[in-house]
């Protein structure tokens, strides 16, 4: 079977919805076993509850990625098989507001999860896929890492510093058998995108998604199982010749739009 991923452990951090959710129901169908990292345990359980019904191997481990402790803890409980074959950091807050709309706060927040907790996964990892001289590290950045996107100064500013940490982390351990990648989507149709209406643009909701939609070239947002299907494939043996790259799906937005 092509992008099998039999016998591989797979840590999913943000599992429990969204893009997360999709890539741990995507991994796990493949023959991974597959454990999502969470805060959301609640969303968390009932992912795992369903592949556990189709009798797939899933597991929950709730853990702020922003605190080391907790990430170390969780990382090696995991790694007593001896193994990590796949790391997927996809835990991350959003944030809008130009510099000025930016509070010191809003900064720090933001810094701790998306930038902070993807090092702290990523340090906690590989030690261990040194030691297997193996090992695959995909980081879900965004389209706003490497283009404007208008008031999402805070939100640029950590999925920037996620992508050349992929860069870094390729560089340096490409000797020993370790490949690090990441995706960059553009509007994906997630439960967040659906709160964000709800809360700023009450009755305006249907409205308001379809302008959303339209700013990309293809006329729609994407899917959380689109993003998936990327994942598996750059996670996967198939794609063994690939590492240090960014992979956009954004239906066109970087290079088509103006």
Known sequence: MKFSLKNKTVIVTGGASGIGKAIAQTFAKQGAFVHIVDLNTEDGKKVVEKLLKKSFKAKLHQCNVANQKEVTKVINCIAKNGKIDILINNAGIAHVGNIEETKEEDLDRLYNVNIKG?????????????????????????????????????YSMTKGAVLTMTYSVAKDYINFGIRCNSISPARIHTPFVDGFLTKNYPGKETEMFENLSKTQPIGRMGTPQEVADLALFLCSDEASFITGTEFPIDGGFIKLNG
């Open 118 to 154: 993807v090092y702290n996964c990523i340090r906690a990892c590989i030690s261990t896929m040194k030691e297997n001289k193996s090992g695959v590290i995909l980081n879900i950045t965004s389209i706003a890492s490497t283009v404007a996107i208008a008031n999402r100064f805070a």
